[in-house]
């Protein structure tokens, strides 16, 4: 008796639901991109906001961060070794802000490469560094 009567309610309930569906028109495809593409935003949001507050604020009094990896990007004829070779302080895994930032300024004032940093929160409270190689175009001058 209890069986049937479950199937009965489920049965109600289930038409009740079904009727209620049908009187609904169907939701065009794009709503529902559209509001996926705001969850997705809102969880990026969300997981950048924390870590952001995992991250560890540099120490300011003597400018150093921890790293956790160095990606080097960009140069064509410049490879990552000889990156990593004109900034030695990359190699450590504490960074001082300022000495690296006297390597990058005495490399940029070569005039043949410039180079630039982007440090980015790691999960684990150090910084992703990327380093940006921009190479000059070597000018070729007619001779007369």
């Known amino acids: 008796m209890r069986k049937k009567k479950a199937a009965v309610w489920a049965a109600l309930l289930t038409g009740a639901y079904c009727s209620r569906r ?8 794009d709503a529902d991109r559209s509001s996926a593409e705001r969850a997705i935003d809102r969880v990026e949001q969300t997981w950048r906001a924390g870590a952001d507050k995992n991250a560890s604020l540099p120490d300011v009094k003597h400018m150093n961060v921890r ?5 080097v990007m960009g140069g064509v004829k410049t490879r990552e070794h000889d990156v990593r070779a004109m900034l030695p302080e990359l190699a450590k895994k504490t960074v001082n802000i300022r000495r690296l930032s006297q390597e990058i ?16 929160p790691a999960a684990d409270g150090a910084y992703h560094v990327t380093v940006r190689v921009q190479e000059k175009r070597a000018t070729t001058s007619a001779s007369p």
């Open 105 to 120: 300024q005495s490399v940029n004032d070569t005039g043949d490469i410039t180079l630039a940093t982007e440090f980015r």
């Open 22 to 29: 049908a009187e609904r028109p169907a939701a065009p495809m």
């Open 67 to 71: 790293v956790a990896d160095v990606t």
